[in-house]
Each structure stands twice: as structure tokens, then as C-alpha cells.
């Protein structure tokens, strides 16, 4: 299966969209572009039952974010501040970049 291209990158603020998180803001902390997932960093918290480790002697329940679909995640523009759509652009010099349409701006600098 071919990996496809995302519409949201590593660092970037999303606003959750559909699901128990909705309304929520968090920064994508990776993406897995093959499963069409990303982490976003406080979101689709679940619990995980861990054994004693060295590492970690207490074991016992964890609470760790989990991917969520990128389909439920929306940009959120660094100029204006709202979830928006973005638009791909390729500059004069050949330069790819993504932008906000709400705003117009170029999000990647």
C-alpha cells in the first residue's frame, strides 16, 4: 500500500473534529501517512495495561494518546488563528507550500 500525502505535518496545531476529543486543540506529535493516522499530543487518550519492567518495576495501568484518523483532525492557521482548509502552492522558485483559506497566508514559511 502506498503511502499517501497528509494535509497536516509534525508540529503543526489541529483542532479535533468528530469523536470524544471534539473541539480540542493539540499539537501533532507524528504522523503515520501508510494508516492515514497522526498523534496529536493530549488527544484519544486510552489505557494501557503494562507489565513490570526493569525500567519500570511499578507496572500497572498507563494512559497514552493514540492515533487518531487524519480526516478528523483540521489545521489550525498560525496567522489567524481559526481551523481552516489549506491550499498547496508551488512558488517561482519551485518551492512547495501549503496555505490557509480562510486567510490567504502561506502556513510553511
Known amino acids: 500500500m502506498p503511502a499517501t500525502k497528509l494535509h497536516v505535518r509534525k508540529g503543526d496545531r489541529v483542532s479535533i473534529l468528530s ?25 484519544n487518550i486510552v489505557k494501557k495495561h503494562a507489565r513490570p519492567t526493569q ?16 480526516s478528523k483532525v483540521m ?6 488563528q481559526q481551523p481552516t482548509r489549506i491550499f498547496r502552492r508551488i512558488l517561482p522558485d519551485g518551492k512547495k507550500v501549503r496555505g490557509c483559506k480562510k486567510c490567504g497566508e502561506h502556513i510553511d514559511k
Open 75 to 80: 489545521l489550525i492557521c498560525p496567522s489567524c
Open 55 to 70: 525500567k519500570v518495576p511499578q507496572g500497572g495501568i498507563r494512559e497514552i494518546e493514540a492515533p487518531i484518523n487524519s
Open 19 to 43: 469523536g470524544k476529543d471534539r473541539g480540542k486543540k493539540g499539537k501533532i506529535l507524528r504522523t503515520f501517512p501508510s494508516k492515514n493516522k497522526v498523534l496529536v499530543e493530549g488527544i
